[in-house]
């Protein structure tokens, strides 16, 4: 795969599918900036890039603070020049699962501000930059939550349609551009998302497998396999697209 010294921004990458990103495009020889909200998470997961021989750098970033994200690509421009992809990562779920009238004001408030908003930030100082610098690439995470209804999490679905839209809405404008943007959609993931998600309720886990063809849910490294390609040069010609993976829940 065609990565080497691509400079490329990963936010929530101190944990689960950002974590696992980053370990494969620093393999593939990219130089990762390791973002998260959790500093401590973002320096372990650039030191074990570092003793593994690869190019990382931990970076603190609130993506739902847009100082935070103009600090976030400044500094990356101002280190290395340039960014060639930036993956939007950072995401959360809901606290309280409950129906639409139930759906408390604080969830959606986070939720929306982190997933939606926090997308639309770090879009829209990475495209200033990506112009400036005549290429780019953006790939968003989305989920399968943001191409198919789901009951008792309204603000991840509405976030998650929304990182969807903003994706082909962007790719649309700036096509021409040579800037690419695409989105990830994955099903249930082994990360800590998912494992909030069944705390508490054991009964869950068995439900939600019978939803998948496969029977499993995906790991983190299967779904940084998809975002490495979209990355690379291999996939050039693709844009504005949702690339599903999810052992084959949306086939039903
Ligand atoms: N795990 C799943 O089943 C699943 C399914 C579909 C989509 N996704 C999406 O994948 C992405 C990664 O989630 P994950 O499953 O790896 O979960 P995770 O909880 O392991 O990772 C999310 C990371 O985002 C960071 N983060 C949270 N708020 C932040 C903020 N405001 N600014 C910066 N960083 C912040 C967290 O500290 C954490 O390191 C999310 O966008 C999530 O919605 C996950």
Same mark, same amino acid.
């Given at each position: 795969?065609?990565?080497?010294?691509?400079?490329?921004?990963?936010?929530?990458?101190?944990?689960?599918?950002?974590?696992?990103?980053?370990?494969?495009?620093?393999?593939?020889?990219?130089?990762? =900036?390791? +973002?998260? *909200?959790?500093?401590?998470?973002?320096?372990? /997961?650039?030191?074990?890039?570092?003793?593994? &021989? !690869? %190019?990382?750098?931990?970076?603190?970033?609130?993506?739902?603070?847009?100082?935070?994200?103009?600090?976030? =690509?400044? +500094?990356? *421009?101002?280190?290395?020049?340039?960014?060639? /992809?930036?993956?939007?990562?950072?995401?959360? &779920? !809901? %606290?309280?699962?409950?129906?639409?009238?139930?759906?408390?004001?604080?969830?959606?408030?986070?939720?929306?501000?982190?997933?939606?908003?926090?997308?639309?930030?770090?879009?829209? /100082?990475?495209?200033?930059?990506?112009?400036?610098? !005549?290429?780019?690439?953006?790939?968003?995470?989305?989920?399968?939550?943001?191409?198919?209804?789901?009951?008792?999490?309204?603000?991840?679905?509405?976030?998650?349609?929304?990182?969807?839209?903003?994706?082909?809405?962007?790719?649309?404008?700036?096509?021409?551009?040579?800037?690419?943007?695409?989105?990830?959609?994955?099903?249930?993931?082994?990360?800590?998302?998912?494992?909030?998600?069944?705390?508490?309720?054991?009964?869950?886990?068995?439900?939600?497998?019978?939803?998948?063809?496969?029977?499993?849910?995906?790991?983190?490294?299967?779904?940084?396999?998809?975002?490495?390609?979209?990355?690379?040069?291999?996939?050039?010609?693709?844009?504005?697209?949702?690339?599903?993976?999810?052992?084959?829940?949306?086939?039903?």
């Amino acid at each position: 795969m065609q990565l080497e010294n691509k400079v490329v921004i990963i936010t929530g990458a101190g944990s689960g599918i950002g974590a696992a990103t980053a370990i494969l495009l620093a393999k593939h020889k990219a130089l990762v =900036i390791v +973002s998260d *909200i959790n500093s401590e998470n973002a320096e372990k /997961v650039a030191d074990a890039i570092k003793k593994a &021989g !690869g %190019k990382a750098i931990a970076f603190q970033a609130d993506v739902s603070r847009f100082e935070e994200v103009e600090s976030l =690509i400044r +500094s990356t *421009i101002k280190e290395h020049g340039t960014l060639d /992809v930036m993956v939007n990562n950072a995401g959360i &779920g !809901g %606290k309280n699962l409950k129906k639409t009238a139930e759906h408390t004001l604080e969830d959606w408030d986070n939720v929306i501000a982190v997933n939606q908003t926090g997308v639309f930030y770090c879009m829209k /100082v990475a495209l200033q930059q990506m112009m400036k610098q !005549g290429h780019g690439n953006i790939i968003n995470i989305a989920s399968l939550a943001g191409l198919k209804p789901s009951g008792n999490n309204l603000s991840y679905s509405a976030s998650k349609f929304a990182v969807v839209g903003m994706t082909k809405s962007a790719a649309l404008e700036y096509g021409r551009k040579n800037i690419r943007i695409n989105a990830v959609c994955p099903g249930y993931t082994h990360s800590s998302l998912l494992d909030k998600l069944l705390a508490g309720r054991p009964d869950m886990e068995e439900t939600l497998k019978r939803l998948i063809p496969m029977d499993r849910f995906g790991e983190p490294d299967e779904i940084a396999e998809a975002v490495a390609w979209l990355a690379s040069d291999n996939s050039k010609y693709m844009t504005g697209q949702t690339l599903i993976l999810d052992g084959g829940t949306s086939l039903q």
